[in-house]
């Protein structure tokens, strides 16, 4: 438990004794700053960014498009799982002990 806390209680100290030096300000930093809050739009109408669209609302950037597979049958389906299976299955068996034993008894 001591050590999971550790950090949080070495930042915790470290916050105080800066507070107690006056290198953050006091409460000022914790604080919330309405100035930050409102909307600048003294020069007019406000600069749109990459995302913006002429109405002001946000337009995410569009992706290329993906490629899909040209066969979307449920055998198709099927039948890759099958392959990943069969190549997990494959995989598997070289990994395995008793194979590899076999091999070396019987040659590759």
């Known amino acids: 438990l001591d050590r999971k806390l550790r950090p949080q209680i070495d930042r915790l100290l470290g916050l105080a004794a800066a507070a107690e030096g006056g290198d953050l300000g006091g409460e000022q930093v914790f604080r919330p700053d309405p100035g930050s809050l409102v909307a600048e739009e003294e020069e007019g109408a406000a600069r749109p960014g990459p995302g913006a669209a002429p109405g002001g609302v946000y337009r995410p950037p569009k992706l290329a498009a993906a490629m ?26 070289e990994r395995s002990a008793l194979v590899r034993e076999l091999q070396n008894e019987f040659g590759e």
Request: overall charge positive.
């Open 68 to 93: 899909m597979d040209e066969d979307g049958t449920p055998e198709a389906r099927r039948r890759r799982k099958a392959e990943r299976d069969a190549e997990r299955r494959l995989a598997r068996a």
